[in-house]
Each structure stands twice: as C-alpha cells, then as structure tokens.
C-alpha cells in the first residue's frame, strides 16, 4: 500500500504534464490499470476523473486467471493477495432442487489448464489496489473532480476540456469513461445503450452469517428459470458475495439503487430453501440494471481511441466486464510502445487486437445467461448435460479465455 492514503485525491496538480502524455478520461478500473501498463513502459498519462472522491462502492468481483496474469505483472500480487478470495472450484447446483450440478475447478493449483490464480474480490478493494500503485508511479498524474467535457483534435495530438473549463493536450486521449461514455457519444457514436431486461442484487454479507455448510470457499452458482444466484469469498474469506440476477424491467440508471431484501426475496421466492437462507442473510442490498451496447462500427477517431465498458460492455454472465478492461489496457500500451510514431496505425492495430476477442466474450456471456436462466425440460437436459460432461472438461471449454495473454 502506499504510504499516502489510497483515497487521496489529486496527485501532483501542481505539475505541468511530460511530454507525449497520454490521456485518460475516467479513473475506473479500466482507467487506472491502463495508466498501470503505459507507466511500466515509461509511458507518462494524464488521468482525468469526475468524481471528486472514490467511495468504497460496488460489490465482489470475479477475477480469472486472463486477468490476475495482468494484475501480477503490474506488480499487485502481495497487494491483492491480502484482501482477495481464493477459489478451488465454480459449483454450478440447481437452484430449484439444491443439487449440486457439476464442480469445475479453477486457478493455478487447482486446473490443470490454468496458470494464473483466480480471484474473487470486492470491487473497491481492487480499485484501491490499483490506485495506491498509481500513486506511487512518478509517470501518472490523477485529477479528481475533473470531468472531460469536449476533445479537439490539434496538429500533433489532441486538446480537452475539463468541467472547469482548464484545457490539456496530448498525444493521445483514451475514453476510459465506462458504458455511458459521453465521449464515445460525441466523438464516435451515438449509438443507444439499451436495456437488457434484467437485473444484479449484489451486496457483501459476513461469512459468518450464511448458513452452516455453505460452502463459503468457493463461487457458488445456484441455476433457476428466469433468474441465477453467485456467491463467493471475498476480504480474504470474512465476507462473501452475494449476486442474484433475474428478470427485471425496472431500469435504475446507476450501481448503486438501495433495494429492500423483501424485494429481492419477492424476485427469488421459487428457489430452493438453500438458496434462500442464503439470500435472507443479505442486508445493504443494491440494484444495478444490466445493459448493453451493440458492436460498434469504430472504437477510435483521430487520437482518440475507447477502452472497457466505454467500447464493450459485457452482461456479467461471465464475469469478464473488468476483466476485458484490464486486457484492452494492456493491448494498448503494447501497442503505444512498439509503433509509437504512427498513432493512427497504432490505434487501428489497437482496435483489431481487441475487437473479435472482446466480441467473442460478449457473444459466450450472453450464451451462458441464457443456459444459466432456462426453465423447464431444457434445465433439465442442461443438468443431465453438464453432470455428464464434468467440470473438468465444461471448464476445459474456457481455455481459450483464461489462457490469454497479451504478449
Ligand atoms: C453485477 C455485476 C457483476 C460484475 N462482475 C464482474 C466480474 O465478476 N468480473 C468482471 O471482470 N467484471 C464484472 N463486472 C463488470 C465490471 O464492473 C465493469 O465491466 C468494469 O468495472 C468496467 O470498468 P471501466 O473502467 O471500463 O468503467 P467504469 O468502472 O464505469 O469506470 C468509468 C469511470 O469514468 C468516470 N467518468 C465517466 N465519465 C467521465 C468523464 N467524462 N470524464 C472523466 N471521468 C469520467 C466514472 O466516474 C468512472 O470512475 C460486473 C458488473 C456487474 C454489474
């Protein structure tokens, strides 16, 4: 950790910006982790957030070996692994009769396949992480409360403006600024986010207050019509998280609606007492609305380019929407290093090495919600299916999506 606080706000604001900087608008997770990446290169960026501070918002997060491979080689493993969940297995049950369906084991030590770790964190723990390292870089500068409002192309580069009106130029910008991306908007497309009809209840509760026999150490996944609960340990293993997602055409615009547990009960009366023991734990309950973008025709115009939700948001059937962040944020700086005097080949190259893998993920999410939400005969058949075919050889199918790397 850093020895100033990971909370603090500005960094270096008396600073004037290197030169070749780059710019990033949003301090998200996508954000920071590419300020991460340019730095290890000796890369300088600029970071441009919002919000004036960062609360401890967002619930857990599943992390798998595509993306602890990126977070090790930032440097954040002892820092990670202080906080972090380490799971054997994902253990897939019908969440109607409480069975368990199939045990697929995952991470380093565990699968075969996998040679990175996979974790399972709360969301502001990671940011934390990634925001001590950030300010223990001399390369990267963060101003906070700094909304990036408009981006002009100049002749070498690029100029915003900010909420107060300041201006900077640099080499490159880099809309980081998540699914709403109002640069995205103005600069590449004003193609609609939409709804997708369902919801996430998330909220952490103490590993103490589940019911005896839980099996708190690994990612629980409970199947049902219409609807999926996830649990996992995060904060080392003293809490765990709680998602349930279901049918919901309610829209609440941002992560953090407050919802009572009677509603969420309300949505998941039909499942298995197991599972409901398991939610009736739950307090602090909050709604995000999933949404989704389709493809878009460019990610990029001139020195600007999109990174994370801003270019892909994914529905978290995979658990991969941060995942796909860290991974664009690690392309991009390979690609900043080793052509940097073309930016318009750069970004293209960019956009190519990232678009049909993220695609890709996008397309197998939207898949597993689907398998994950049917009802009836075909749940049945899934069940027979996976019982069937095992958790080895139904995690082997993912090999293609953990064992990326970028290099
Ligand atoms: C229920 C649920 C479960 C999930 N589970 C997982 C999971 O297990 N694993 C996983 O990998 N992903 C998961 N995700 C997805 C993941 O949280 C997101 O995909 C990821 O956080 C995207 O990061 P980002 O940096 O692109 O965007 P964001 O996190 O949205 O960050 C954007 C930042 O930009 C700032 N900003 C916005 N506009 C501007 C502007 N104009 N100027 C300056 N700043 C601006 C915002 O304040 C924000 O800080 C889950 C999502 C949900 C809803």
Redesign the pocket.
Known sequence: MSARSALAQDSDADHEDLPGVILI?????????LALALARHNIPSHV????ET?EPE???????PN?SRILIALGLEAAICVFAGQPRAVVAHDGLLGDEIVRMPVGIGNNPHHSAPYW?MH?AQLHRALLAAVHDSPLIRLSMG????RAETTDDGIEITLSDTQKHAGRVLV?????????RKAKISDQPVLAAGKS?A?TVVPATSLPNGLDVDNVGLWLAPGAHVVHYPVCAGRDVAL?A?FDDEDVSSD?TTPISQDWVLSRCGSLHNNVQQVLNAGTNWQK?S?AHLAPLRTWRTDHMTL????AH??L?FL????????EDAMVLADCLVSMPSNIDRTLKTYESRRRRRTARVARASVQNGRIYHQRGVTATVRNRAMGVLGGAALIRRYNWLYNWSWQ
Not at 48 to 51: A, C, G, I, K, S
């Open positions: 608008a949003g301090g998200g997770i996508g954000g920071l982790c441009f957030e919002r919000r960062f967002g619930a857990g997060i599943q992390v798998g993306g399972t969301r700094q909304e990036v409002l809309a980081a600024d998540g699914i709403h991306s109002r640069l996430a998330r998602v997602i992560w995000w999933l990174l994370g939700d801003a948001p994914i978290p658990a991969q929407g941060a995942v796909m962040a860290l």
